[in-house]
């Protein structure tokens, strides 16, 4: 896996602080994506053990609340058996850390994967120009959705996913129709 950046103390990618990993590799190549340096999957540095030492550097701090996978894409073909590797040792050492993760892919085509049982919460869908808005709650266009995995993997239907939270800040988690109907919960913040 290949990687550009990693980012301390982020604000922006997820609940709380935290730690962000920028890997390399894209193939949904959205329009205007606002990192289209980081498509080559043969871009960047090479995530080596001085890279993971300073991801967990970071997560050794109380005040971190997780790691976000971004890019890139996470689930580039290319980066899909590191990400799960570290995914799992992230969850070994650190239990109480959330993992977030940014993909182009949508959860019906995504959920069965094992990488999925250490993730927290996923943004899902390709970033679509037309449906930009910048005021939105943790991703960029409203075809996109940020999800709670763990609880969408534990309903009877796990490909409807439960949502993490609503469109902007103080929004009610919108309604998703199960096919139990079954409530979703609202925003944690």
């Known amino acids: 896996m290949r990687y550009h950046n990693i980012t301390k103390d982020d604000?922006?990618?997820g609940d709380g602080l935290r730690v962000v990993l920028w890997v390399a590799g894209c193939n949904h190549c959205c329009k205007e994506c606002q990192?289209?340096?980081?498509?080559?999957?043969?871009?960047?540095?090479y995530f080596d053990d001085a890279a993971k030492q300073e991801i967990f550097e970071q997560l050794d701090k109380d005040y971190i609340s997780g790691i976000t996978f971004s890019g890139g894409d996470p689930m580039?073909?290319?980066?899909?058996?590191?990400?799960?590797?570290?995914?799992?040792?992230?969850?070994?050492k650190y239990p109480d850390k959330t993992i977030w993760m940014y993909t182009g892919d949508s959860w019906e085509d995504i959920w069965q994967l094992p990488m999925m049982q250490y993730i927290d919460v996923i943004v899902?869908?390709?970033f679509i120009l037309s449906q930009r808005d910048p005021k939105l709650l943790w991703?960029?266009?409203?075809?996109?959705?940020v999800i709670k995995v763990q609880e969408s993997l534990k309903q009877e239907h796990p490909e409807i996913p439960v949502l993490h939270c609503g469109n902007y800040w103080g929004d009610p988690v919108e309604t998703v129709q199960?096919?139990?109907?079954?409530p979703v919960s609202s925003c944690i913040m």
């Open 35 to 45: 990192n289209p340096i980081t498509w080559d999957p043969d871009g960047g540095l």
């Open 178 to 182: 199960t096919l139990q109907d079954a």
């Open 124 to 126: 899902d869908g390709e």
């Open 76 to 92: 580039h073909p290319a980066n899909r058996p590191a990400v799960k590797a570290l995914m799992e040792e992230i969850k070994q």
């Open 11 to 13: 604000m922006l990618n």
């Open 139 to 145: 991703k960029g266009s409203m075809n996109q959705r």
